[in-house]
């Protein structure tokens, strides 16, 4: 009745995982041992936690056992509970599953699981704690593996807690990278950039493309340089004969001699707004003035002196 009243585990027989029977056989001999079980009662107590196939599998077991041999102690019940479900062939699958063992995708803690229930299945695949350290940390993902061997750590405990908090540290910066990716993707300008709309801004950039360095911006509202009428020089009809100095006929500039008040009194009165004053009546853009020439049809030929 004492050992009843800690309600043992039961073992159906029905999952033939080694790690299931493994975990019942250790927690009904941990009852055992706190219990100060006597080794020739144990098997007698721990029948009677097999239910189903498990059982089935008892009575047949012990219906041929003969009745001359002793009542089985609790080290042979485990050898026989072993051999039916747990045997060496299935015991050589897991030691080689063991040696090939990876941490691939899972986190420092699942492999760990995963390690230690095969471990706890083979035990013979280890030799001590030293050894079962270098089979964990030859399993670890590479970025764990090298910083892990570096530290050439003695034990096994001191292996897994170095491991787990290199991963935590990993996590810890990929999590502050992603906020900072994230926090600077807001600062980025929308698709329209900043409320323009692409035909906008393609409107803008060929504005810009077409304006090219060195170039001169001629705005609609021409002036010309004779007459101060709106188009060019060339095309007015008054450009034969006429100074640029002072707009009158039958006279170059250079040969002009009305000084400066009657150059700087036309020159106003046909300038655009903005123009600055005694700046000739050229065409003016509000940015910077064309250069003005002496029309074509009204130049002399030289006089022939050096």
Not at 152 to 178: C, H, M, N, P, Y
Not at 188 to 200: I, K, L, V, W
Not at 283 to 297: A, D, F, Y
């Amino acid at each position: 009745m004492t050992f009843k009243k800690f309600d043992p585990p039961t073992f159906d027989g029905e999952d033939v995982d080694p790690w299931v029977i493994e975990m019942w056989i250790d927690s009904i001999e941990t009852l055992f041992e706190n219990l100060y079980t006597l080794e020739r009662d144990k098997a007698n107590l721990a029948v009677h936690y097999l239910k189903q196939s498990a059982k089935v599998w008892w009575k047949g077991d012990k219906r041929d056992r003969s009745l001359s041999l002793p009542p089985m102690a609790g080290e042979e019940f485990r050898g026989l509970l072993f051999s039916a479900y747990f045997p060496d062939s299935e015991k050589r699958k897991l030691q080689k599953r063991f040696r090939k063992l990876r941490q691939g995708g899972r986190s420092v803690r699942q492999y760990k699981r995963k390690f230690s229930r095969l471990v706890h299945c083979v035990s013979d695949v280890v030799r001590d704690d030293k050894d079962k350290a270098d089979c964990f940390v030859r399993g670890l993902r590479p970025d764990l593996y090298n910083p892990v061997l570096m530290l050439k750590l003695q034990t096994f405990v001191e292996v897994l807690d170095r491991a787990l908090w290199i991963e935590q540290g990993e996590a810890s910066l990929r999590e502050r990278r992603e906020a900072y990716h994230k926090e600077k993707g807001k600062g980025r300008p929308t698709s329209e950039h900043d409320g323009q709309s692409s035909s906008q801004q393609t409107s803008v950039s060929s504005r810009s493309r077409s304006r090219a360095p060195g170039t001169y911006h001629i705005q609609s509202s021409v002036r010309c340089a004779v007459c101060g009428g709106p188009h060019f020089p060339q095309q007015c009809e008054q450009r034969e004969g006429k100074c640029f100095k002072c707009g009158l006929p039958g006279h170059m500039r250079d040969e002009c001699s009305q000084g400066d008040s009657r150059a700087l009194t036309l020159t106003t009165a046909y300038s655009s707004p903005g123009q600055p004053a005694g700046v000739p009546p050229a065409v003016w853009s509000g940015e910077q003035p064309l250069r003005t020439m002496q029309p074509e049809g009204s130049r002399r030929a030289p006089s022939g002196h050096g």
